[in-house]
C-alpha cells in the first residue's frame, strides 16, 4: 500500500516533472537520446546558442530550441557544451588496442594513427582501426619500421617506395595516407629525398602525405614545395631552426603559398620539440591560425602537457582565438583532409550522432609547451561525456 507521505512526493516529482517537460506524458516517445539544454556549438552550421539536441537511428533527429517529444534517453546538458564528436587527425591511438577507449572517453569520435608503423608492421595499427569502435584510420610510415629510436629513415633505404605501396594496397580500407617524419634526428640529410618518396607511394593511390616538420636539415621553402592540395603539415608550431615564421614575425613565402594551393596546418602537440609558447606567440600574431588541433597522442599522453584533446584545444584561447573557432579546429576543419570523416564534425540534421560534451571552465590553468615552458590561461575546456552513434558512451 502507497502511504499518503510516498503518494505526495511522486506526485511532487511527477508535477516537477511536468513543469520540465510539459508533453512528454502525453507524447509517445519519439528519440533514442534527447541532450537538453546545453550550448550547442556548430560551426557548419555558424550555431552558438542554447538548444536542444535530438537523436533517432543514430543520426540526428532536430537541433532547436526546447524540443517536445519523448526520448529513451535523456541527457541534462545545461552549463555544458554540446559540439561535434571530435576528431583528431595525428595520433598513435592505433599502437595499442585500447587506445580507441581511451580517447573516447575525451570526446574522441574519429583519430587518424600518423605513422606509428612502416610496411613491415602495418598490420598490426590496421587491426586496431579495424577494431575500433570508431572511426580510426592510419598513415603508413614511409621508414618501413615506423617509429625507430634511431631514426625512422636514417638508413635510406628504409624509405622503401614498394613495400609501402604493398601496405597500402593490402590495407586499402585503413590506409588513408603516407607519413613522413623529416626532423634531422630522424631522417637526418634523407629528408627531402624521403619526401619526395612518400610523395611517390601516395599519388600512385590518390592520397595525402603528412609531413611531420620542424629541426629539419632541408629549408622549409624546399621541402614544401613538394607539398600539393590535401596534404597536411603538422607539427606546425615548431621552433627555429625551420619555424613557419622568420625573426622579423613574417610567415615564410612558401608557408603562405602551400596554405593557398590547399596544404592543411595542423598543431600536433606531442612531447618535444614541436611548440614553444614564443614561436606560437610570433605565429598567430602574424595571422597564421592553424587548421587543426591534433594531440600526438599516445597512451602516456595524460601525465604530459597533452592530456587530451580538449586541453589541447584550450592552448590558444588566451592568444585571441574564439570557442567557436577552437570547437571547429577538432570538427569541421579536422574533418575536411580524409574521406572518412565526410559527413562528421557537424551536427546537422542527418549527421552521424556522434558528440562529445565539454565543460568550459574558468579560472587559472597552466598549459606546458614542448619545452617546459608554462602559460596560464583563463579558460580550459574539459570532457564531460560522449556519444558515439547515437549512444551513450559509459565514463570509466
Ligand atoms: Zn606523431
Redesign the pocket.
Known amino acids: 500500500m502507497t502511504s499518503r507521505r510516498h503518494f505526495l512526493s511522486l506526485a511532487a516529482a511527477s508535477a516537477a516533472a511536468y513543469a520540465a517537460r510539459p508533453l512528454l506524458g502525453a507524447q509517445p516517445v519519439t528519440f533514442d537520446l534527447l541532450i537538453r539544454g546545453g550550448r550547442v556549438i556548430d560551426p557548419v552550421a555558424r550555431l552558438d546558442a542554447v538548444r536542444d539536441v535530438a537523436i533517432a537511428g543514430g543520426r540526428i533527429a532536430a537541433v532547436s530550441a526546447n524540443i517536445s517529444g519523448g526520448a529513451v534517453d535523456t541527457v541534462d546538458a545545461t552549463g555544458k557544451l554540446v559540439v561535434p564528436g571530435l576528431l583528431d587527425i595525428?595520433?598513435?591511438v592505433g599502437r595499442s588496442a585500447d587506445g580507441p577507449g581511451l580517447v573516447l572517453q575525451d570526446g574522441v569520435t574519429g583519430w587518424i594513427d600518423?605513422?606509428?608503423t612502416g610496411a613491415d608492421g602495418i598490420a598490426d595499427t590496421v587491426a586496431v582501426a579495424r577494431s575500433s569502435v570508431q572511426p580510426g584510420r592510419v598513415l603508413v610510415n614511409i621508414g618501413r619500421l615506423g617509429?625507430v629510436a634511431d631514426g625512422d629513415t636514417m638508413d635510406l633505404a628504409r624509405a622503401d617506395v614498394a613495400a609501402a605501396k604493398n601496405a597500402i594496397a593490402m590495407h586499402r580500407e585503413f590506409v588513408v595516407g603516407v607519413?613522413a617524419?623529416l626532423s634531422r634526428d630522424v631522417a637526418g640529410a634523407n629528408d627531402y629525398e624521403v619526401l619526395r618518396r612518400a610523395k611517390e607511394v601516395a599519388s600512385a593511390f590518390k592520397l595525402p602525405v603528412m609531413i611531420?616538420m620542424g629541426q629539419t636539415q632541408s629549408t622549409i621553402p624546399r621541402l614544401f614545395d613538394l607539398l600539393t592540395r590535401g596534404d597536411i603539415v603538422?607539427?606546425m608550431f615548431a621552433p627555429p631552426p625551420n619555424a613557419i615564421v622568420d625573426d622579423a614575425g613574417r610567415i615564410l613565402p612558401a608557408v603562405l603559398a602551400a596554405r593557398k594551393r590547399g596544404v592543411w596546418f595542423d598543431v600536433?602537440n606531442?612531447q618535444t620539440g614541436h611548440m614553444r609558447w614564443d614561436t606560437i606567440e610570433a605565429i598567430v600574431k602574424a595571422g597564421f591560425w592553424p587548421d587543426t588541433f591534433s594531440t600526438?597522442w599516445?597512451t602516456n599522453s595524460r601525465t604530459t602537457g597533452v592530456v587530451d584533446l580538449p586541453n589541447c584545444m584550450s592552448k590558444l584561447l588566451g592568444y585571441g582565438m574564439t570557442v567557436s573557432q577552437a570547437v571547429a579546429c577538432v570538427t569541421s576543419n579536422a574533418a575536411r583532409p580524409f574521406p572518412v570523416f565526410g559527413g562528421r564534425g557537424t551536427l546537422k540534421v542527418g549527421a552521424p550522432a556522434d558528440v562529445a560534451l565539454l565543460e568550459l571552465r574558468e579560472g587559472r590553468f597552466e598549459f606546458l609547451d614542448n619545452y617546459k615552458n608554462t602559460i596560464t590561461g583563463r579558460q580550459r575546456f574539459f570532457p564531460a561525456g560522449t556519444v558515439l552513434g547515437g549512444k551513450r558512451i559509459a565514463r570509466a
Open positions: 595525428h595520433t598513435h600518423a605513422g606509428s617509429v607519413k617524419r611531420h603538422t607539427h600536433g606531442g600526438d599516445n
